[in-house]
């Protein structure tokens, strides 16, 4: 059965770094791109961007780039989404999605972060 | 850059047929998709390249895409199916999403 599961809800103050991860389960993590999408309360969907897992390739919205980082470590099948200096504004669920190499549906999402920043 | 283009909200009766629009310039050169998102939930594919279903989908949904505008349509529409739904569609390696349409139904 393929997963991916996400790491569990992080309650940050601004300013502080943060990395949240995706654990890719039931198939081939190396054969598939992980995207990670931003819900911000009560919202619509935003992509932020893409890693190739095999190389750890990556593309950004130019709505996010520079903001995050999306890496991945293929040896534990994992992707991960990190913030170097936390807003208030980056509080949302975030959800990782696979899919297959190109332009292509996401057909599996994790069950998403909830990430909060309050001082 | 891009943009996709949805209704807010679209009602419609228990039983009846359901159609929601995604504009956007020349879509129909692209493939469209969509994501079905109850409250609480993650999102689920429900029509992928214009017209497919993925497995587990009820055959009540269906999907076009031509010229400027992809449909997302749901036959004999059922409570179970009010939820947000979203087009998606990639351009210049980027993907893009619609804003999302509220189906009531009532």
């Known amino acids: 059965e393929v997963q991916l599961v996400q790491s569990g809800a992080e309650v940050k103050k601004p300013g502080e770094s943060l990395r949240i991860s995706c654990k890719g389960s039931g198939y081939s993590f190396t054969n598939y791109w992980i995207s990670w999408v931003r819900q911000m309360p009560g919202k619509g969907l935003e992509w932020m961007g893409r890693?190739?897992?095999?190389?750890?390739?990556?593309n950004y919205s130019p709505s996010f780039q520079g903001h995050v980082t999306i890496s991945a470590d293929k040896s534990i099948s994992t992707a991960y989404l990190q913030w170097s200096s936390l807003k208030a504004s980056d509080t949302a669920m975030y959800y990782c999605a696979r899919h297959r190499v190109g332009a292509t549906p996401f057909d599996y999402w994790g069950q998403g972060t909830l990430v909060t920043v309050s001082s | 850059s891009y943009e996709l283009t949805q209704p807010p909200s679209v009602s419609v009766s228990p039983g009846q047929t359901a159609s929601i629009t995604c504009s956007g310039d020349?879509?129909?050169?692209?493939?469209a998709c969509w994501y079905q998102q109850k409250p609480g939930q993650s999102p689920v594919l429900v029509i992928y390249q214009d017209t497919k279903r993925p497995s587990g989908i009820p055959e009540r949904f269906s999907g076009s895409n031509s010229g400027n505008t992809a449909t997302l349509t749901i036959s004999g529409t059922q409570a179970m199916d009010e939820a947000d739904y979203y087009c998606q569609a990639w351009d210049s390696s980027t993907v893009i999403f619609g804003g999302g349409t509220k189906l009531t139904v009532l």
């Open positions: 020349k879509l129909g050169d692209k493939y």
């Open positions: 890693i190739d897992p095999s190389d750890s390739y990556t």
